[in-house]
């Protein structure tokens, strides 16, 4: 009886402490540790974006919130979202690979999916999204996509979204993925995802849409393991501008088609002044020999040194079949002040398929060199009207054209 009491005293006193409702303002503060005991902020920042989601503004004020479980909030309507501290997301891998909420695309699934209309997310350049990442590499000792493994923010079903002024570090698995979502913008964000073990991280891309569009990115600085910025099946109305890409896949459409029973469409994507330092690749397609289109896109300004592959196109991405039986049409694709080095002598790898070749392809001020000035090689095949594309062919690009090259091609 006198237990009960105490406890029934004391928790209010926690509650009001952890989550202050003042109108429809909801504050949110992080929780002490006791006793060497993580605690977890979960259910006061869930009560937080169920009580003020509407018409409302949630704050999380700044120091360290323990997220212990994953959030599903997809009903906000006109909701400002501050966040100054950092979210920890837990070590409880088993719970994760449990837990993660589904996204459809693929089996992936994620950690947070926010949806709904008029949803506007603000870091200030304080947020700090901690997956803790490095357990995540470890664990996975390098292979592919695991089920569970929780993208970190997935905007689903959400519409008229603001996401502005957030650094992730340590990603647990991709960044952030949109999908059937539209109008969507996502400005100042920064992100780093290295692995200090012997294992990659894999596939902790920057951004992936997909089934979305009316996407508007702009000032992203991306460290991280696999595509900085990729537009996946069904992503139209692009534009993405000033991103800084290290180390990793730049400026991507794909992967999409491997459905042949359902089609991939991409259209109207415009990457603008984009840098990219030690990447893979800066500017580049892959597809599945499946059905859909890759119509009107245009890379634009961009700079880049150390480049593995600078520009590459392919119907049969990752060794996979059909690369000259594939009817998934890339066409009207501009490659415009394009300038920078490659680190082999391969400046662009461009093979269309066979039975429906690339068209309206169009190079215009693309200079690539050597980074060690060897003389470089343009691979081309199947691009209708190559004559006027603008392209230097200087040889066939062969189907099996590798993604990575580790030498001279
Ligand atoms: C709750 O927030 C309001 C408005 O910011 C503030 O005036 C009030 O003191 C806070 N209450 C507690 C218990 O922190
Ligand atoms: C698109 O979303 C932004 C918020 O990011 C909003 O200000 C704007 O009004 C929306 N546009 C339309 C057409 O609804
Ligand atoms: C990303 O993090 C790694 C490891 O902390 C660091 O070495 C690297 O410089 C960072 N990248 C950027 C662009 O800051
Ligand atoms: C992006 O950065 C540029 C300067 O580098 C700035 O002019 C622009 O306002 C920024 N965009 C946003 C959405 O903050
Ligand atoms: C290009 O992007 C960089 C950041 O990567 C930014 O500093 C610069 O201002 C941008 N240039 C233009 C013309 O917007
Ligand atoms: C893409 O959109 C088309 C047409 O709306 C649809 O048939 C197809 O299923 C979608 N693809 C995916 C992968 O959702
Ligand atoms: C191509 O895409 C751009 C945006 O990148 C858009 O402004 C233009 O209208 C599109 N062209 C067609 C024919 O749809
Ligand atoms: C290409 O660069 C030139 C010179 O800087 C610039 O005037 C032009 O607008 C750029 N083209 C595009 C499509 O951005």
Redesign the pocket.
């Known amino acids: 009886m006198k237990a009960l009491a105490i406890l029934a005293g004391l928790l209010p006193a926690l509650a009001r402490a952890a989550l202050n409702v003042t109108g429809s303002t909801c504050t949110v503060t992080p929780l002490p540790s006791t006793g060497g005991q993580e605690p977890d902020d979960t259910p006061q920042i869930l009560q937080a974006f169920k009580q003020c989601g509407t018409n409302g503004k949630i704050v999380l004020e700044e120091g360290l919130f323990h997220i212990g479980q994953v959030m599903d909030t997809l009903s906000f309507n006109n909701v400002d979202i501050e966040i100054h501290g950092t979210m920890r997301w837990s070590s409880n891998i088993q719970y994760w690979l449990r837990s993660s909420l589904p996204v459809t695309y693929a089996g992936r699934s994620t950690a947070w999916r926010v949806g709904g209309t008029d949803i506007r997310i603000r870091g200030f350049g304080k947020a700090l999204f901690d997956g803790q990442g490095q357990l995540w590499y470890d664990q996975n000792r390098g292979q592919s996509n695991q089920n569970g493994r929780p993208i970190s923010l997935t905007l689903w079903h959400a519409k008229n979204v603001l996401v502005d002024g957030i650094t992730w570090r340590q990603s647990q698995f991709w960044h952030t993925f949109v999908a059937y979502s539209e109008n969507i913008t996502m400005t100042n964000l920064d992100m780093n995802a290295t692995s200090n073990s012997q294992w990659s991280t894999v596939n902790t891309d920057g951004i992936d849409t997909w089934n979305s569009n009316n996407i508007f990115l702009q000032n992203w600085t991306v460290t991280c393991g696999d595509d900085c910025i990729s537009m996946k099946g069904n992503s139209t109305?692009?534009?993405a501008s000033n991103v800084h890409c290290y180390e990793s896949g730049c400026a991507v459409i794909g992967s999409i088609g491997s459905n042949a029973g359902q089609p991939d469409y991409v259209?109207?994507?415009?990457y603008d002044n984009f840098t990219c330092t030690h990447s893979s690749n800066a500017a580049w397609i892959k597809t599945y020999s499946g059905s859909g289109y890759v119509?009107?896109?245009?890379f634009a300004n961009f700079n880049f040194a150390d480049v593995n592959q600078p520009i590459y196109v392919t119907p049969c991405i990752y060794g996979s079949s059909g690369c000259d039986s594939s009817r998934l049409k890339i066409s009207?694709v501009r490659w415009i002040n394009i300038t920078g080095t490659s680190r082999y002598n391969i400046a662009s790898a461009i093979h269309c398929s066979g039975a429906a070749p690339c068209d309206g392809f169009h190079f215009e001020n693309v200079n690539i060199k050597n980074k060690d000035g060897k003389s470089t090689k343009y691979l081309c095949s199947n691009i209708a009207n190559q004559g006027q594309s603008g392209i230097p062919c200087t040889g066939t690009c062969p189907a099996s054209w590798p993604q990575q090259l580790s030498g001279d091609g």
């Open positions: 109305n692009v534009y259209s109207n994507v415009y119509r009107n896109v245009t009207d």
